[in-house]
């Protein structure tokens, strides 16, 4: 909820948009009927990227799905990633190099005593800051300088 809220104060017409960890697709697919141009999602799960797909057909949007295991090429006007804090710990390096420089990140599945912790992990790459907080989870989001 955190993400997709994020999602809809950011996106703008056009925008490319990466979801990493995407899941169910569900991020990636409401970057897209926002308005988002390019839209891309990656999972370590193949059944999860096997159901974006099939949930972006059924949502009638064009997204690009693979398996983390593969490459993933670009640089994005936006990158989310809604996976636990420990995952986001290990794959700070790749979710940030996916951002453009100037774009935006935004990490959620954090409680609010992590949160301090993946701030300055992810301070290497860009500055972080909470986004929005509900009960005890927290969204973190930031430009890349």
């Keep these: 909820r955190l993400c997709l809220e994020w999602l809809e104060r950011n996106v703008s017409d056009g925008c490319t948009m990466l979801d990493y960890g995407c899941g169910s697709g569900i991020l990636a697919i409401a970057a897209a009927r ?3 141009g390019q839209v891309a999602g990656v999972d370590i799960d193949p059944q999860a990227v096997e159901a974006a797909k099939a949930n972006a057909e059924r949502n009638g949007v064009s997204a690009l799905f693979a398996d983390s295991a593969e490459p993933v090429a670009g640089e994005y006007d936006l990158v989310v990633a809604n996976i636990l804090s420990n995952p986001l710990r ?5 979710i940030c190099a996916h951002v453009r420089p100037g774009g935006r990140l935004a990490l959620s599945g954090i409680l609010r005593e992590q949160a301090d912790e993946i701030i300055a992990i992810y301070a290497q790459w860009m500055p ?3 986004a929005d907080m509900r009960e005890d989870w927290v969204c973190l989001a930031g430009v890349r300088p």
């Design 90 to 94: 290990v794959l700070a390096p790749a």
């Design 128 to 130: 972080l800051q909470v």
């Design 34 to 36: 926002l308005g988002a």
